[in-house]
């Protein structure tokens, strides 16, 4: 079992930045990617961005440029640095682990999601 908790919404003015944490705790060393949704209201919830374990970070195209997506492996914490916010931002963000486990003969994939924290980007 991995356990997720975010960290660092709140409310930000348009062109504001705020940063997101999320850590882990549990069985971290199943983990090979994490990465971070939003929701908005009335939509669908959307990836913002990823990072599988020693690889590149990905993100969606209207993030591009203005998130960053980081990772602290001593803390086993994952951040979502966001710049240069837009109305259309708001959302609720979660943070999400894809975890493989083997058992006996038997590969298990698993997803674990945060609690999601509200980020609302308002004048």
């Known amino acids: 079992q991995v356990q997720l908790v975010e960290s660092g919404g709140g409310l930000m003015q348009p062109g504001g930045s705020l940063r997101l944490s999320c850590a882990a705790s549990g069985s971290v060393f199943t983990i090979t990617a994490m990465g971070w949704y939003r929701q908005a209201p009335w939509k669908q919830r959307e990836l913002v961005g990823s990072?599988?374990?020693?690889?590149?970070?990905n993100y969606t195209d209207s993030v591009k440029g203005r998130f960053t997506i980081s990772e602290d492996n001593a803390k086993n914490t994952l951040y979502l640095q966001m710049n240069s916010l837009k109305p259309e931002d708001t959302a609720v963000y979660y943070c999400?682990?894809?975890?493989?486990?083997?058992?006996?003969?038997?590969?298990?994939?698993?997803?674990?999601w945060g609690q999601g924290t509200q980020v609302t980007v308002s004048s």
């Open positions: 999400t682990a894809h975890a493989v486990m083997n058992v006996g003969d038997t590969t298990i994939d698993l997803d674990y």
């Open positions: 990072i599988p374990r020693g690889g590149n970070t």
